[in-house]
């Protein structure tokens, strides 16, 4: 009997370490759980700042290459005004040059030019020449020297023949 009364002793110090043991390994074990939880949502909050961080800087490189598109925009706008107003200044230039009554006012001012009277008149008369006729200077000529050359001909043939 005595053999059983010592198996079934117990020591309460042991079984308090035993518990104490325990205690620790399950809070040990606990707390490396609740770190590793940790740990990945850690991970989980920095790719979803790091995600949100790539799409903020996406978003601000296309506004600045809006805004870069628009800024060309509006100096090519300015660009076509300006050239717009430099075209409507030589418009009205060359109508004023056209202008018979500007010609004719700087043909007078600046040129000295009067109109003429009747006694500075001269007039010519040109009589028909019938040898003229069958070789008038407009024919189809397929080589254009000589085409030149016949009008010259024909000019100094009826300047000849009229004496002038």
Known sequence: MSAIREKT?????????????????????????????SAN??????VYVAVMFMLALGIIFNYAIITQRKME???????????????????IALES???????????MNFLGMNYAKSNQNLFVSVNYSSVLE????????????????????KTFALLKNEGI
């Open 134 to 153: 069958n070789n008038f200077a407009y024919g189809n000529y397929e080589d254009k020297s000589v085409f030149l050359e016949n009008i010259v001909e």
């Open 73 to 91: 925009i509006n100096n090519l706008n300015r660009q076509i005004s300006i050239l717009n107003k430099q075209k409507e200044d030589v418009v």
């Open 97 to 107: 040059i056209k202008n018979s009554n500007i010609i004719e006012e700087n043909a």
């Open 9 to 37: 002793y117990i020591d309460y110090n042991d079984i308090e370490r035993y518990y104490r043991i325990k205690e620790e390994a399950i809070l040990k074990s606990k707390q490396k759980q609740c770190k590793k939880e």
């Open 41 to 46: 949502i850690q991970l989980k909050y920095f």
